[in-house]
């Protein structure tokens, strides 16, 4: 037997594959099909450039955190390796 389910959005009964799911290992899934939360992710997106923008821009930030630290142990090691060398 196949589960059904009705979107709480756009009120079609649907297959229970046809909605995401809230998280793994639990069987729950989320009230609005696939098609309808993937439209109002999109649509959210359009609505709200500058929130995106600042998620992008704190990625940004965080990695270039990230990649300094990587250099500066990076040039550590350099440096240790040859004051071995010598
Ligand atoms: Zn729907």
């Given at each position: 037997m196949i589960a059904h389910r009705t979107?709480?959005?756009?009120?079609?009964?649907?297959?229970l594959?046809?909605?995401?799911?809230?998280?793994?290992g639990?069987?729950?899934?989320?009230a609005a099909c696939s098609a309808c939360e993937?439209?109002?992710r999109k649509a959210?997106?359009?609505?709200?450039p500058e929130r995106e923008r600042t998620y992008i821009n704190d990625?940004?930030?965080?990695?270039r955190e990230k990649v300094k630290a990587y250099n500066a142990a990076y040039y550590q090691r350099k440096k240790a390796r040859l004051a071995q060398s010598k």
């Open positions: 979107c709480s959005r756009c009120k079609a009964t649907k297959e594959n046809e909605f995401f799911l809230v998280s793994r639990l069987n729950r899934r989320r993937v439209a109002a959210n997106r359009k609505a709200n990625w940004r930030r965080f990695n």
